[in-house]
């Protein structure tokens, strides 16, 4: 790795821009885990601990949380992370942001093999080891992360392994961890082997017999699905357009809507924890780029360009099928798309055939606005975002959690709003709390040891003295004794703690 | 038989209704620009060098990236969807990639300028009328100036592999 790391510095130094980048300050920013990761975090910390889920479940293939059953992937790869750092914000982000920074990595592979020009490949990596869409999701503990780089990681594999066999099988290795670990791969999967099986058929026929042993891992890889298959759809019916009156159109709408100019350039996802405010999902200097690399696409007539247009057509279809439309975390699959499309973009500058001088010109052009873009991207993520989206990450939890922690022996019950949402998992996460004791409390989410969890409003119905967490607007009258406020990152009031 | 094939997807283009773009325009980037930058600057607190401030968060900045969202708004799928149908989209995206790389350029500068005109508060219309007449100049393109059908299309430009095309050039040449 360091010999090919050295022979390819420029590689080397997009590495560590994409590393700078994605672990720069993790633990801090985003501000507070949001529930997924809590919940992904302290399963995590329960295997490690006890072998069990969160439920008392041994090794389970599927973990359940808030209703669902998710794939099994993403928290399996916490446990080693968490037994590294501890149970904090920083571990259990740490395997996302390796695999995002690794991502950066196979994509350099991939696009050689596919064009054989290494200018090319590294325009495409440097692309996307700054894209904003990507940093974004690989600085949060997100399964939909670990689906792409397996996809890549298997696509690379793939077109790699037509003189080398043995690569054929870590790419079925590759895909079949990529199903298992994000819901939305059970439609993406599919769709992307069936695009590489139809492109790259004429190698892959030649294989014969030999195909037995990647299909038959990749057929092992749908077990864990198959035998939950009941629950594991609970989550795609809840979320999919099957459940809206005029399906064809939604779904028209929606794929749609992953094209528009200001959702990629302006504006972005409107969801808190998929985008930056005040900018879109991509920088505003790819714009040209992108169109540039798409017309250079459409009119390459390489087998690889085709599977690249084929690829950037269907990306859109498992965010198209579920609502709300357009979504960039379940849009996830095509963001290697518009890295590549950006580095055909600036192949078509280099090589055209206007004037140097006005050459020149746009090149250092397009050098400033990108620089202005990507600095002001940054101002925005950690300057502004802490404070912006504080909500959206559920911030004001860990602070209350340890400082009631602190103070919990001197009370008989502890009882805390639910209004933010899942309360339970931020006690469990940061009290780690004992998940063997646990376990026997698990299947009641409105209380366990001294905790209490209430929905509305609360009435005090037992004796003893009671620790009481609010949200801001819930002011009883008369006014309790109050102890302690909790604030967000922008000095919204967030928690009042009272004794009654 | 392509000249009725014509008419009657040009039909289908022009009947096309339910299109509706926001209003966005040049009054509406004035009256963003105040409270925009408010908030910027508020976020960005007392803590912070003030050339840092005026460097990200500046009326020219603010302006600028309203007045894309306006022009970008012309160009959002769902409303050319609307604007043309489904036929339409297909020969609006031929229009496109065609002036492109036949480098037309009084076409390019045509559908570059007419997506400004709402800003200049003219009416949203134009805009939508004009994707229908780009739609309809994509399905001569696809109809009768280069005589492709849509198998060739689909053939030439995303199933046939390159063995088959040159048998298919070879047949046609002889």
């Known amino acids: 790795m360091t010999s090919f790391l050295i022979r390819n510095r420029l590689l080397a130094l997009i590495i560590l821009i994409a590393f700078l980048l994605r672990f720069y300050q993790l633990g801090q920013n985003p501000p507070s885990l949001n529930w997924d990761e809590a919940s992904n975090g302290y399963n995590a910390y329960s295997i490690l601990k006890t072998a069990r889920d969160e439920y008392g479940n041994f090794l389970p293939l599927t973990f359940r949380a808030f209703g669902d059953y998710n794939p099994a992937l993403s928290v399996y790869t916490l446990v080693p992370s968490i037994a590294a750092f501890g149970l904090n914000e920083f571990a259990v982000r740490f395997p996302s942001a390796l695999l995002g920074t690794l991502s950066v990595l196979v994509f350099f592979p991939l696009i050689r093999k596919l064009t054989n020009n290494t200018k090319l490949s590294l325009l495409s990596s440097l692309f996307l080891a700054i894209s904003p869409w990507h940093i974004q999701f690989s600085r949060y503990d997100h399964e939909a992360n670990f689906m792409l780089f397996f996809v890549i990681l298997g696509l690379t594999c793939l077109v790699s392994a037509f003189k080398k066999f043995p690569l054929l099988l870590i790419s079925s290795v590759s895909f079949s961890l990529a199903l298992n670990s994000y819901q939305g791969a059970k439609i993406w999967l599919p769709l992307i082997l069936l695009l590489s099986i139809f492109w790259f058929r004429k190698e892959l026929i030649k294989f014969g017999a030999k195909l037995f042993l990647p299909l038959l891992i990749l057929f092992i890889s749908t077990i864990p699905i198959i035998s939950n298959l009941q629950n594991s759809l609970i989550r795609a019916n809840s979320v999919s357009l099957l459940q809206n009156d005029h399906k064809f159109k939604t779904f028209i709408t929606g794929y749609l809507s992953h094209f528009a100019p200001n959702f990629l350039f302006i504006s972005g996802d409107t969801i808190g924890r998929h985008s930056v405010s005040g900018m879109g999902q991509l920088y505003l200097f790819e714009l040209p780029l992108i169109i540039l690399g798409l017309i250079k696409l459409i009119g390459t007539k390489t087998r690889s360009a085709k599977f690249f247009l084929t690829w950037f057509l269907v990306a859109p279809i498992p965010a198209a099928l579920a609502t709300p439309t357009p979504h960039a975390l379940r849009s996830i699959t095509f963001l290697p798309l518009w890295s590549i499309l950006a580095a055909f973009g600036i192949g078509i500058i280099v090589n055209s055939n206007i004037q140097k001088n006005f050459k020149k010109l746009i090149i250092v052009l397009l050098t400033l606005t990108a620089l202005y873009n990507i600095s002001s991207y940054l101002h925005l993520y950690y300057n502004h975002y802490p404070k912006e989206k504080a909500l959206d990450w559920q911030v004001g939890y860990e602070e209350m959690v340890k400082y009631v922690d602190n103070i919990k022996n001197n009370y008989d019950t502890i009882v805390v709003s639910n209004f933010y949402g899942r309360p339970y998992i931020y006690v469990l996460f940061y009290t780690r709390f004992n998940p063997k004791l646990y376990h026997p409390q698990s299947q009641n989410k409105t209380k366990f040891d001294k905790y209490e969890f209430f929905g509305e409003s609360w009435e005090k119905k037992t004796q003893g003295k009671v620790l009481l967490v609010r949200p801001d607007w819930q002011k009883p009258d008369p006014p309790p004794k109050y102890i302690k406020y909790i604030y967000s990152e922008n000095g919204q009031l967030v928690f009042r703690i009272s004794e009654e | ?174």
């Open chain 2, 1 to 174: 038989m392509k000249i009725i094939l014509f008419v009657v997807f040009s039909l289908f283009i022009i009947v096309q209704k339910g299109w509706e773009l926001p209003t966005c325009n040049f009054t509406t980037t004035l009256q963003a620009l105040p409270p925009r930058l408010f908030a910027q600057i508020t976020i960005d607190g007392s803590n912070q060098h003030v050339l840092v401030t005026r460097f990200f968060h500046n009326k020219v900045g603010v302006f600028l990236q309203e007045a894309s969202h306006c022009y970008l708004d012309g160009l959002d799928p769902n409303f050319i969807f609307k604007s043309v149908g489904p036929i339409g989209i297909i020969s609006w995206l031929t229009f496109v990639y065609r002036i492109s790389i036949d480098k037309k350029i009084h076409f390019i500068f045509a559908f570059l300028s007419i997506l400004i005109l709402p800003f200049f508060n003219f009416p949203p219309s134009i805009v939508a009328y004009s994707h229908k007449i780009f739609a309809i100049i994509g399905l001569i393109f696809l109809l009768v100036t280069k005589n492709l059908t849509w198998s060739e299309i689909i053939n030439n430009h995303l199933l046939l592999n390159s063995r088959v095309r040159k048998k298919i050039e070879e047949i046609k040449n002889k």
